[in-house]
Nanobody, 115 residues
Framework: QVQLVESGGGLVQPGGSLRLSCAAS????????MGWYRQAPGKEREFIAS???????NYADSVKGRFTISRDNAKNTVSLQMNSLKPEDTAVYYC?????????WGQGTQVTVSS
């Protein structure tokens, strides 16, 4: 059974940085896309960033220039470096893997940006 586990969330002041990581446990292969989504209270889950197996990144306009996604194909991990954080970045962040086996989600990690 494949499970994704996120880590690295927490409380940070505006302008600060956090790094989120997501690792897969269980047997998973041929991961086409690894990505990050977030959901703020009262809002729908939204796309943040993704990266193909070939290393091509894609970002939501709201985080371009501030967030950087990276992945390690050998370890089946994906990370999200978040800089210049804003209060509106506060949300639960979820990682997502799309593979030939299906679409997998992590349980989410809380990111709170507040002074």
């Amino acid at each position: 059974q494949v499970q994704l586990v996120e880590s690295g969330g927490g409380l940070v002041q505006p302008g600060g940085s956090l790094r989120l990581s997501c690792a897969a446990s269980g047997r998973i292969f041929s991961i086409n896309v690894m990505g990050w989504y977030r959901q703020a209270p009262g809002k729908e889950r939204e796309f943040i960033a993704s990266m193909t197996s070939g290393g091509r990144p894609n970002y939501a306009d709201s985080v371009k220039g501030r967030f950087t996604i990276s992945r390690d194909n050998a370890k089946n991990t994906v990370s999200l470096q978040m800089n210049s954080l804003k209060p509106e970045d506060t949300a639960v962040y979820y990682c997502n893997f799309g593979s030939v086996q299906g679409n997998f989600w992590g349980q989410g990690t809380q990111v709170t940006v507040s002074s």
